[in-house]
């Protein structure tokens, strides 16, 4: 219930940060730039904004509190109050600059964000992974017996809709020469449509290996599902409302675990040069 609350909710956020915004424009078009509009636009406008800087420039990790939107949103919902001359103008800063700026931003930093992961027992190091299947973008089954032979980056991501997850694929790209160098077969595993698979494939010119998690049954098994994880309204682009909380794993050369990030902030994830000194403290070097 939590997760499908969490993907209404940021539906919701985001139409209505750009429903608000379209009416400040026209707001401050008629009233004038110094009128209680003002306050609203301070209020909303960094965290649409914010968004869409997000997905025009992808970055694979914000600060976790994001404390420039949320001092914005106090000062302008203030500002608003301040500015407002009429019963209308405090029900629009109320709704507007309280609740929509507010609150919204609010929510989104300190519950949207936050993934509420359990212990997860099943992928602490030292310890071997599970037998799971996956298929890979040119359609062949692939299991994990196969990662005994070789240290391996597995990273399950949400999926091509995700910003945050295309700038990490993008950065570990960046990095494919020396991990191949060193001898690391890179996984990138989604529960995504396999078609999506395919285009992500094609979008990265790299020696990886792009992975579907069919019916999401390989992060069921490692306990890192998210049921109902995917923004409402992604499924009329073929996603399903199910999908996988963002996670790196990495195996030495004997299939053993030797390190796990497993983020319980969508929006902090380790650099690529974690995986590279990870790899180098358990003796695996170019």
Request: glycine content about 6%; aromatic content about 12%.
């Amino acid at each position: 219930m939590n997760n499908f609350s969490k993907s209404v909710y940021i539906s919701l956020y985001i139409s209505a940060l750009t429903l608000v915004f379209i009416h400040c424009v026209m707001g401050l078009f008629n009233q004038g730039m110094f009128s209680f509009w003002l306050g609203i636009a301070i209020a909303t406008w960094p965290a649409l904004f914010f968004f869409i800087k997000l997905f025009a420039l992808p970055t694979a990790r914000t600060s976790q509190n994001l404390h420039l939107i949320l001092f914005s949103a106090i000062t302008g919902t203030v500002l608003a109050f301040i500015l407002a001359t009429t019963v209308v103008e405090i029900q629009y800063a109320l709704v507007y600059g309280l609740g929509i700026g507010l609150m919204g931003s609010t929510l989104y930093i300190y519950w949207y964000s936050r993934l509420d992961r359990q212990h997860n027992t099943g992928l602490e190091n030292g310890q071997t992974l599970p037998d799971f299947k996956l298929k890979s973008a040119q359609g062949l089954n692939w299991e994990s017996q196969d990662l005994s032979n070789h240290p391996a980056l597995i990273l399950f991501f949400r999926g091509n809709w995700c910003p945050l997850c295309m700038a990490q694929i993008k950065e570990i790209a960046k990095s494919y020469q020396l991990l191949e160098k060193m001898g690391v077969n890179v996984y990138l595993v989604s529960p995504q449509p396999e078609a999506n698979t395919q285009a992500l494939a094609k979008k990265f010119a790299v020696n990886y290996h792009f992975m579907t998690d069919q019916e999401n049954k390989a992060a069921t098994l490692l306990g890192i599902a998210a049921k109902q994880g995917t923004p409402k309204g992604m499924e009329v682009l073929g996603y399903d409302s199910d999908t996988v909380l963002p996670t790196a794993i990495l195996t030495d050369q004997n299939g053993t675990i030797i390190f796990t990030d497993q983020t319980d902030n969508y929006r902090v994830r380790p650099e690529p040069d974690t995986f590279i000194r990870v790899f180098t403290d358990h003796g695996i070097t170019a």
